[in-house]
């Protein structure tokens, strides 16, 4: 199986923030990657899907990026709607395996 | 609109089998390209992929939980049925239905069910 692996695991920040984080599959998997986020309780939600393509009624700060390897989730502006924990997810080859989250708290 | 919602026993007691549906609207199971996968996430833990049933028929489940999963489907009644059987505590987890990409990707998901196995 695929592992997915994201950084860091958790990290703080403030609402207006530009927040970066990181999602590394252990084999090339083009652009086959999804992001998802999660709040406490809640079903996770789609936000971006072939690494970069929005996903419909998703906020334009939300963008995604990479290839290969090596991916990219940037929220440009943080709102307080979104603390919450992210999740990428390659869908390259079965099974679709997830990373572990990197969780976005409040400054 | 498209909503998933998850029903079954919310407590299940180890060795026992689970049942779990699935309830889909707007869209139908039997459309062309329509995917309906199970996923879980024990507590605190990160997300599972349990299992996937396509428009036409066609099952996924993943290898190391194939032998106790069966994936099914009513079209008729628009419900995704997942059991899983000789159930233990380390299963305790929400289980969530959602539709499913041809790539495995999971644009709508139901509310998750909890379900704790215990005796």
């Known amino acids: 199986d695929i592992q997915m692996t994201q950084s860091p695991s958790s990290l703080s920040a403030s609402v207006g923030d530009r927040v970066t984080f990181s999602c590394r599959a252990s084999?090339?998997?083009?652009?086959?990657l999804n992001w998802y986020q999660q709040k406490p309780g809640r079903a996770p939600k789609l936000l971006i899907y072939a690494a970069s393509s929005l996903h419909s009624g998703v906020p334009s700060r939300f963008s995604g990026s990479g290839f290969g390897t090596d991916f990219t989730l940037t929220i440009s502006s943080l709102q307080p709607e979104d603390f919450a924990t992210y999740y990428c997810?390659?869908?390259?080859?079965?099974?679709?395996?997830f990373g572990q989250g990197t969780n976005v708290e409040i400054k | 609109q498209v909503t998933l919602k998850e029903s079954g026993p919310a407590l299940v007691k180890p060795t026992q089998t689970l049942t779990l549906a699935c309830s889909v609207s707007g869209f139908s199971l039997s459309t062309t390209g329509m995917r309906v996968s199970w996923v879980r996430q024990s507590p605190g833990k990160a997300l599972e992929w349990l299992a996937r049933?396509?428009?036409?028929?066609?099952?996924f489940y993943t290898a190391s939980l194939k032998t106790r999963l069966t994936i099914s489907k009513d079209t008729s009644k628009n419900q995704v049925v997942l059991t899983m059987t000789n159930m233990d505590p380390v299963d305790t987890a929400t289980y969530y239905c959602?539709?499913?990409?041809?790539?495995?990707?999971?644009?709508?998901w139901g509310q998750g069910i909890l379900v704790t196995v215990s005796s």
């Open positions: 049933i396509d428009w036409d028929g066609d099952k």
């Open positions: 084999q090339s998997i083009s652009t086959y």
């Open positions: 997810q390659q869908s390259s080859n079965a099974p679709p395996t």
């Open positions: 959602a539709r499913t990409g041809r790539y495995f990707d999971f644009d709508y």
